[in-house]
C-alpha cells in the first residue's frame, strides 16, 4: 500500500465483528471519519476495533465509519492529521463536529518528516475524501475562510498554549471567588496580527466544553464572547453553527448584552471581549448605551473578564483607550493580571517590513525594504494597483484593495466610489453581505473594502489607497495627516475630556493606515493620493 485508503462501513456493531483480527490496521496508527447526514467525529488511534466499539456506545446521529489508513502512518503523523482534517472540516462546512477542543498536553510536536505529511499526504487525503464527497470544498478554497482561520481546534504555538493556560487557571480560580462590585480582569495585548483572536477561540471553546462537564470547576457556569466589530461577530457566529458545544446565543455584540443582564438583573461568570480597542468609552445614547464604558459595564456584570486589546487599533473617538484610562479600570477590578503576545503570525515578512510599516503610523517614511518571501510595492496609478490584486486573487484568492476612509461612503443604498487623485479611475466601496465577511464575497474583488470590513482579518494580498488625508511634507520629511479629509466622521464624536482634539483626531487615523497596511499574508501594495507622497514613495 503506497497511496491513502479510506475504507467506509456502516456505523454498526456487525461491521465491527465482521472485521478480521488478522488485518493488519488492528494494531497500526490509522485516522477516522464518522459521519451522519449533518454530523461528524473525527479521530485517530491504534487500538480500532475497541474504539469504535466505544463509539458505538456513545455517539449519536452518526451512521458511518470512514477508516482512513497508509503505510507510512505513525502515532505522530495520525494525530497530527487528526487535528488538521477537523480544522478543515469546519471550514468546509459540510457538518456539525461533534469534536472536543485539543489540551496542551495534546500539543502537536515536532517530528521526522512533518512537512511531508503536512503537505504531500494531506493533499491527497483530502483528495480522496473530496472524490468520494464526504468534503465540499477543495483545500486553497477552505484556507480563504475566515471561519477557517478562527478554528477553535487551530495548533497552537507553545506562546499561545501557555498563554491558554493561563487563561484556564486564571477563570477556573476567580470564577469562585468571592467577588466586590466588579469582577476579576485579565488583559491581553498584542499588535495586529500576533493571534489575539485564534488564541481567544480556542479558549472560548474550552471554557464551553468545561462547563458542561460536573466535574469542571466550570460546571453550568454561564459565559459569553463579546465582539464590537458586525464581521467579526458574524464568523464567531458561524463558527457556532459547525460545531457542537458552541451556542450562538453566547456571542454578542457589548450593548445588547450589558442592556439585556441589567434588564434580568443577572450576572454571567465569564466574558470574553476580542477587539476590545473597539469597546465604547463614552456614551453612546444613539445607539442605546448610557454607561460610561464598556469595559467597566462588564466589568459589573460579569465574575471574570478576559480582553483582548491593542491601543493601535481604536479607531473612534469614542472608543479612545488611553493607558490611564485602562490602568483606572485595573484598579476597579477584584484582580487582575496581564499578559503580552508578541509573535507575528499574519503576515510572511521580515522585521524591516514590520518595522517599515510601524515607522509610517509614527509619520516617518523610510526606504522600502525588500524582503523575497513577501512582496511590497508601491503604485503610480490605483487602476494598476487594482490590476495587481486582480492578479494575484485569481492565482492565490482572497486578495483585495482596501482604503483610508477619506471618501464619501453612506449606508442610504446609494453608491459611493475611491477616486484616485486625477478622477481618471474609481472604485466602488464596499457592499455588506448578510452571511459572509466582506472579503469572501467573489464579487468585492471589484470594490474597495473599508477598515470596518477587514480589521481583524486576512487577506493574501492587500492593495491599500491612502487617501487625501494623508499627505508628505518634504521640507520636514515626514507624513501629514490633515484630518479634515478624513470622511468618517463617526470617529470623531465624543470629544468630551479629550485635551488634545487634533491630535486625538489624529492617531484614529494612523491607526487606521497601520491595520490597513497589516492585512496582508504574502504582500502589500500601496497607492498614495497624495501627489508629494506618492512620488516620495515611489523615489524609493
Not at 499526504?121 to 471561519?147: C, G
Not at 459595564?297 to 460579569?302: C, S
Not at 490605483?382 to 464619501?408: C, P, W
Request: net charge neutral; aromatic share 12%; with cysteine.
Amino acid at each position: 500500500m503506497t497511496a491513502i485508503e479510506i475504507l467506509s462501513l456502516p456505523f454498526k456493531q456487525d461491521s465491527i465483528n465482521q472485521i478480521s483480527n488478522t488485518e493488519q490496521y488492528l494494531n497500526y496508527p490509522v485516522i477516522y471519519v464518522l459521519n451522519g447526514k449533518k454530523e461528524a467525529y473525527i479521530g485517530e488511534t491504534v487500538y480500532f476495533k475497541n474504539r469504535m466499539k466505544a463509539h458505538l456506545k456513545a455517539r449519536k446521529n452518526i451512521d458511518q465509519i470512514n477508516l482512513i489508513k497508509h503505510d507510512e502512518f505513525n502515532r505522530s503523523a495520525t494525530f497530527h492529521l487528526e487535528t488538521k482534517l477537523i480544522n478543515y472540516f469546519l471550514g468546509d462546512e459540510k457538518y456539525t463536529l461533534q469534536n472536543k477542543s485539543k489540551t496542551a498536553s495534546d500539543f502537536t510536536h515536532n517530528y521526522y518528516n512533518k512537512s511531508y505529511y503536512d503537505q504531500q499526504l494531506f493533499k491527497e487525503l483530502w483528495q480522496k475524501l473530496y472524490e468520494q464527497k464526504l468534503v465540499n470544498h477543495e483545500l486553497h478554497t477552505i484556507e480563504n475562510k475566515d471561519i477557517f482561520k478562527l478554528s477553535p481546534f487551530k495548533e497552537l504555538t507553545l506562546e499561545q498554549l501557555e498563554l491558554k493556560e493561563k487563561v484556564l487557571e486564571f477563570c477556573e480560580k476567580q470564577v469562585q471567588a468571592s467577588t466586590t462590585e466588579y469582577g476579576s480582569l485579565l488583559v491581553i495585548e498584542g499588535e495586529a496580527g500576533v493571534g489575539k483572536s485564534v488564541v481567544l477561540s480556542s479558549i472560548f471553546y474550552t471554557i464551553q466544553e468545561r462547563a458542561e462537564e460536573a466535574s469542571s470547576p466550570l460546571y453550568k457556569t454561564e459565559n459569553y464572547l463579546v465582539v464590537n466589530h458586525e464581521e467579526m461577530f458574524k464568523t464567531y457566529k458561524g463558527i457556532a453553527k459547525q460545531v457542537k458545544h458552541l451556542k450562538g446565543k453566547n456571542f454578542a455584540k457589548p450593548t445588547p448584552l450589558v442592556n439585556t443582564l441589567q434588564k434580568e438583573q443577572k450576572k454571567a461568570d465569564i466574558i470574553f471581549v476580542d477587539e476590545a480597542h473597539l469597546l465604547l468609552t463614552k456614551p453612546d445614547t444613539y445607539n442605546n448605551f448610557h454607561g460610561n464604558n464598556h469595559l467597566e459595564e462588564l466589568l459589573k456584570l460579569a465574575k471574570v473578564v478576559v480582553i483582548i486589546y491593542d491601543q493601535d487599533q481604536v479607531l473612534k473617538l469614542k472608543s479612545l483607550w488611553g493607558a490611564a484610562t485602562l490602568e483606572q479600570l485595573k484598579k476597579l477590578s477584584t484582580y487582575q493580571e496581564e499578559y503580552q503576545l508578541s509573535n507575528q503570525f499574519r503576515m510572511q515578512a521580515n522585521d524591516e517590513v514590520i518595522n517599515w510599516i510601524n515607522a509610517f503610523k509614527r509619520k516617518q517614511v523610510l526606504p522600502l525594504p525588500h524582503d523575497e518571501n513577501y512582496e511590497f510595492k508601491v503604485f503610480e496609478t490605483m487602476k494598476a494597483m487594482h490590476e495587481k490584486i486582480k492578479a494575484q486573487n485569481h492565482q492565490f484568492g482572497l486578495s483585495r484593495v482596501v482604503s483610508t476612509f477619506d471618501y464619501l461612503h453612506k449606508k442610504d443604498g446609494g453608491t459611493y466610489y475611491v477616486n484616485e487623485s486625477n478622477g481618471e479611475y474609481k472604485m466602488p466601496w464596499n457592499t455588506t453581505s448578510t452571511k459572509y465577511t466582506w472579503a469572501e464575497k467573489p464579487e468585492t474583488i471589484h470594490e474597495a473594502g473599508s477598515i470596518y470590513t477587514i480589521q481583524g482579518f486576512d487577506l493574501n494580498y492587500v492593495g491599500v489607497v491612502l487617501g487625501p488625508s494623508v499627505q508628505y511634507d518634504a521640507a520636514k520629511d515626514e507624513i501629514v495627516i490633515d484630518t479634515s479629509k478624513y470622511m468618517d466622521k463617526g470617529a470623531y464624536t465624543g470629544t468630551e475630556g479629550i485635551t488634545n482634539v487634533n491630535e486625538a483626531k489624529e492617531k484614529i487615523v494612523l491607526n487606521s493606515i497601520n491595520i490597513l497596511m497589516k492585512r496582508g499574508i504574502k504582500g502589500l501594495y500601496i497607492y498614495a493620493s497624495d501627489e508629494a507622497l506618492r512620488e516620495k514613495l515611489l523615489s524609493y
